[in-house]
Each structure stands twice: as structure tokens, then as C-alpha cells.
């Protein structure tokens, strides 16, 4: 990873904006042009020159991590930090990241010699393009994850609770190398299935149940994100056909995606698919999301959305279909956007499992 080139380009965007500086604030933004890995640090970017700023929490790390940037290590608040970085390079018309500062700390960080201005997606627009390294990283991640996934479907037994698979999922991902989960992990079994965004109970498996598992993990920061709905003995009937559906659908939204296309094009190859099955009113959640540093970043697939996805994206596509007090069905891959087309991360089966 080369941070040098990715500073040098924000610092070419402060000067194409006629600003003095960028204040970066939000931590994956950090990361991305830094190496920091801490849970604290900021970065201001001027048109020449670079300091980040830190507490004394992070002094050793930060020297180890960004050893080739000015470092002010800072006791106390960030604001006084700030404006004496600011003064100490003369400057004074700053961008900040509008995502990523409080109203508080905007309120903090203003002064009669700072003129401060919103910005958004600077930083983030670069990420949205992964380099091989990137690409390594999320791999990793994806490939742990498919191992998980054929490990618990093993391990699926009748009474085992949603809870107790998503600490197995949890475990085992851990155990394979990944740092942690790449967000709660859901699991959702029979009629919970029909929540998008099931928290995991107490509510034991039984036969006949479908089971909805969307999981992922994380490998040097980078996020996997994958959904497989299994069936946990003969499922009912209209699951079946909800399952074809909506594997259909993801086909169909994985084909559309291709380099210059928008995020909305792929979205609407996938949701006419489950329109016209007649399921429009069952799937209220958009396609898929990029995926890197942070487990949802852009470029969005969504209706109306005016995302291009470029060249290097990594996205996901993931429809679902939910039928109130019967269960639900999504199948989520995460995807490398290529010039003609796109290539599939996943290995996992979405051939419906009926275990
Ligand atoms: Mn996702």
C-alpha cells in the first residue's frame, strides 16, 4: 500500500478546490492514507504538506505506523491540536469530512482564523477503487468466510439456537486467521428469516425450518459480507419457490453489473426479476453496497442511485424476498467490478441446500 501517492492525490484535490487544507476525521479515511490502525487519529492534508494528529494513547503506534508524516501528539482535546496545526502552517481555509465531525466538534474546532468548509466523499471516492492489495485483503476475508460457511452447515443440529450458530460463526472465523466479525453476524431461522436484519435469539432449530445466515469477517481491515439461506429439512413450498426467485434475481443483478454501469442499472436488472415474479412488495431493501475498509461504503446499487460503478469496485448483490410470519430468502455475493463484467468472490454454493 502506497499511502504517499493516495495523500498526494487529496492534496492535488485541495488545491483543484482552491482550499488550504482537508481535515480528515473519519478513522477508515485515516487509515486509507495513512496505515494508522488506532481507534483515534486525525489528518490534516494541505496542498503541500501532511500532519497527523493523535493522542498520547497512540504515540508509539503511530511512530511505527506513520513514520513518513509530520506527527503532533497531543494531551487533552483535539481543537486547541488542531488550530495550533493549522497556525503552524499557515492555513486557513479548511475542508472538513461533513460525515465524520460532530456538531460539537465543528463548534470546537471554529475560530475567527479558520474559515471551515463541508465536504463529503473526497476520500471515499478514491477507496471506491481497490488496488491489488485491497483485492488480497477482501479475498482473504471472502475465502475465510466461505470455510465458515462449510463448517456450520455442518454443524447445524435440531435445538441448537440462533445465538449459539452465530457465536460458532464468530469462532470459527477467528480461528481461521480473520480479527473479528465484519458486523453482528445474523442468523435467523424459520419464520425470523422474513426480518432483513434479524438479531439472533433463543429460538431453537427445528426441522423444516429455513435458515438465513449473512455473515462476514475482517482480514488487515478490509470486510467480507456474504448471505446463504439454507433449508434445515424440507422447507415449505412457497420458500422453494421464493428461493428460485430470488436466486434469478441475483443472477440477474450480478450479469448487469459491469464497469460504467450505475448502480441503479444493476439494481433494476435484479428487482424486475422479482417484480414480475410478484414479489415486488416483499423486498424493500436495495441490492448491494461496496465493500473495503468499512462493510458498507459506496458506490451504492440502488433505485435512483447515481453511482457509477468504475473498474476495481468491490460490491455486493444481495436481494431478498420476506414474507411476514413464513420466513425469508436472500443470497448476497460480493463482487470485483471488471471492464467486462463482473467476477464472483464467493465459492459457496447458492444452489438451495437442504441439509
Ligand atoms: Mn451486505
Known amino acids: 500500500m ?41 489528518l490534516l492534508l494541505t496542498r503541500t504538506d501532511a500532519v497527523f494528529l493523535t ?35 499557515g492555513v486557513s481555509r479548511i475542508a472538513f469530512e461533513s460525515a465524520g465531525v460532530t456538531h460539537k466538534t465543528f463548534t470546537d474546532i471554529s475560530s475567527p482564523g479558520i474559515e471551515l468548509i463541508p465536504t463529503t466523499n473526497e476520500v471515499e471516492l478514491l477507496r471506491w477503487v481497490k488496488d491489488d492489495e485491497e483485492r488480497d485483503h477482501l479475498r482473504a476475508a471472502q475465502s475465510i468466510a466461505d470455510d465458515v460457511f462449510d463448517l456450520i452447515v455442518g454443524k447445524l443440529a435440531e435445538g441448537m439456537s440462533e445465538a449459539e450458530v452465530g457465536f460458532e460463526i464468530d469462532l470459527a472465523s477467528r480461528r481461521a486467521g ?8 445474523i442468523v435467523a431461522f424459520g419464520e425470523n428469516a422474513a426480518e432483513p436484519h434479524h438479531r439472533p435469539g433463543d429460538r431453537p432449530l427445528r426441522r423444516g425450518d429455513i435458515v438465513k445466515l449473512d455473515f462476514g469477517c475482517v482480514v488487515e481491515g478490509y470486510h467480507s459480507d456474504m448471505t446463504r439461506t439454507v433449508a434445515f429439512g424440507d422447507p415449505p413450498t412457497r420458500l422453494r419457490e421464493v428461493y428460485e426467485v430470488v436466486r434469478a ?21 435484479a428487482r424486475d426479476v422479482i417484480r414480475e415474479a410478484g414479489f415486488a412488495e416483499s423486498y424493500r431493501h436495495s441490492l448491494g453496497h461496496g465493500v473495503g475498509l468499512e462493510v458498507h461504503e459506496g458506490p451504492s446499487l440502488r433505485p435512483g442511485g447515481e453511482d457509477v460503478l468504475p473498474e476495481g469496485a468491490v460490491v455486493t448483490v444481495e436481494p431478498g424476498i420476506y414474507l ?5 430468502v436472500r443470497i448476497e455475493d ?20 437442504v441439509l
Open 55 to 89: 493522542d498520547g494513547r497512540y504515540a508509539q503506534q503511530s511512530m511505527r505506523q506513520v513514520p513518513d508524516v509530520p506527527r503532533r501528539v497531543y494531551t487533552g482535546e483535539f481543537p486547541p491540536a488542531f488550530r495550533d496545526a493549522c497556525a503552524g502552517l
Open 249 to 269: 434475481a441475483q443472477q440477474a443483478g450480478v450479469e448487469a453489473v459491469s464497469a460504467g454501469v450505475t448502480g441503479a442499472e444493476a439494481d433494476r436488472a
Open 2 to 42: 502506497d499511502t504517499s501517492d493516495r495523500r498526494r492525490r487529496i492534496s492535488a484535490r485541495v488545491a483543484e478546490l482552491d482550499l488550504d487544507g482537508l481535515l480528515v476525521t473519519r478513522l477508515p479515511n485515516v487509515r486509507y492514507l495513512t496505515g494508522f490502525t488506532g481507534s483515534y487519529a486525525q
Open 178 to 185: 480473520a480479527t473479528g466479525p465484519a458486523f453482528d453476524t
Open 324 to 328: 411476514e410470519g413464513i420466513g425469508g
Open 334 to 353: 460480493m463482487v470485483e467490478v471488471e471492464g467486462n463484467g463482473a467476477r464472483v468472490l464467493p465459492r459457496t454454493t447458492k444452489e438451495l441446500l
